[in-house]
């Protein structure tokens, strides 16, 4: 059974950093294309980051400067390093998972970050 579990998120002051992280179990973790998304109340869903299984990155230009995506795939698990962060970047943040070649996907359960002085 494949599961992505994020943890990282929290209540944290304008200007502060939050590190989330996601880990994935009963995938090859490798081979996926991995994405964060973000969903704000009464707002879709968007893409914030993602960081393909060569290591390719790309951000939303919302975040580009302040947020860093990473992996590790010694430990199953993708990283998303959110710097000088805003009130609007509170939302529910969703660990995400593709592969390529076949379309397969998964999402994790979603982690709060709240930006707020």
Same mark, same amino acid.
């Given at each position: ?11 944290? /002051?304008?200007? @502060?950093?939050? %590190?989330?992280?996601? &880990? ?5 973790? #490798? ?7 973000? /969903?704000?109340? @009464?707002?879709? %869903?968007?893409?914030? &980051? ?5 290591? #390719? ?13 990473? %992996? ?46």
């Amino acid at each position: 059974q494949v599961q992505l579990v994020e943890s990282g998120g929290g209540l944290v /002051q304008p200007g @502060g950093s939050l %590190r989330l992280s996601c &880990a994935a179990s009963g995938l090859l973790f #490798s081979i996926y294309t991995m994405r964060w998304y973000r /969903q704000a109340p @009464g707002k879709q %869903r968007e893409l914030v &980051a993602g960081i393909t299984s060569d290591g #390719s990155t790309n951000y939303a230009d919302s975040v580009k400067g302040r947020f860093t995506i990473s %992996r590790d795939n010694a430990k199953n698990t993708t990283y998303l390093e959110m710097n000088n962060l805003k009130p609007e970047d509170t939302a529910v943040y969703y660990c995400y998972a593709v592969t390529i070649a076949n379309g397969v996907t998964f999402w994790g359960q979603g982690t709060q970050v709240t930006v707020s002085s």
